[in-house]
C-alpha cells in the first residue's frame, strides 16, 4: 500500500516505514504529525484519486528530529569588473519516519428517501418541469415597453 502526499508544495510517495526528509515543520522531535493532503492511495491494486484530495485519507508519522539541507551555492560574477559574490543557502528540513496510511471507505452512493423520488425539475412528465423560455436580447423587447438597460447605439430620427 502506498499513497502520494503533499507538504511544502512538494508531492511525495510514501509507504509505511518509509524516512523522508521534507520542508520545516512546526512539530517538535519525537511527535506525531497528520498529513491530510492525500492526493491518491493504492490499496493492493485498488487505486483511489482524489479531486484534489482523497477525503478520507490520512497518513500519519512521527517526526524524527529537524536538520538542516546540504549548502547550495549561488556564484555571482559580472567579467572584467571585478564583481564577484558568493551566497550560500541551506534549507531548513524535518526528518519524519511514516507509520501508516489510513483509509475508511466511503460509501459511493448515500441512499435517503428524499434522493429515491426523482426531482421536478429532471423530471420530464412532472407538471412542474422549469419552463423553457428563449433567451431575450434587451433590444428585442417588444415596441412600447421600457428596458432597464440603456440601448447604446444612437436614435435614429426621421
Given at each position: 500500500?502506498?499513497a502520494?502526499?503533499?507538504t ?8 509505511a ?17 497528520t498529513f ?12 483511489i484519486i ?5 477525503a ?5 508519522a ?9 549548502k ?8 572584467r ?6 551566497i550560500g543557502?541551506r534549507?531548513?528540513?524535518?526528518v519524519?519516519?511514516i507509520?501508516e ?5 466511503s ?7 428524499a ?7 429532471t ?6 418541469a422549469?419552463p ?9 423587447a417588444?415596441?412600447g415597453t421600457q428596458?432597464?438597460?440603456?440601448d447604446?447605439?444612437?436614435a435614429?430620427t426621421?
Amino acid at each position: 500500500m502506498y499513497a502520494v502526499l503533499e507538504t511544502g508544495s512538494k508531492q511525495y510517495r510514501v509507504t509505511a516505514g518509509d524516512t523522508l526528509e521534507i520542508e520545516r515543520l512546526t512539530v517538535e522531535a519525537g511527535q506525531p504529525v497528520t498529513f491530510d493532503r492525500v492526493l491518491l492511495v493504492n490499496n493492493d491494486g485498488k487505486v483511489i484519486i482524489g479531486s484534489p484530495t482523497v477525503a478520507s485519507a490520512t497518513v500519519l508519522a512521527d517526526v524524527v528530529e529537524h536538520i538542516r539541507g546540504e549548502k547550495k551555492i549561488a556564484f555571482k560574477m559580472k567579467r572584467r569588473k571585478g564583481y564577484h559574490k558568493t551566497i550560500g543557502h541551506r534549507q531548513e528540513l524535518t526528518v519524519v519516519k511514516i507509520k501508516e496510511i489510513r483509509t475508511e471507505p466511503s460509501p459511493l452512493v448515500a441512499s435517503s428517501p428524499a434522493s429515491d423520488q426523482p426531482s421536478p425539475i429532471t423530471d420530464p412528465q412532472s407538471p412542474v418541469a422549469a419552463p423553457e423560455s428563449p433567451i431575450m436580447d434587451h433590444r428585442a423587447a417588444p415596441i412600447g415597453t421600457q428596458s432597464s438597460i440603456p440601448d447604446p447605439r444612437p436614435a435614429i430620427t426621421t
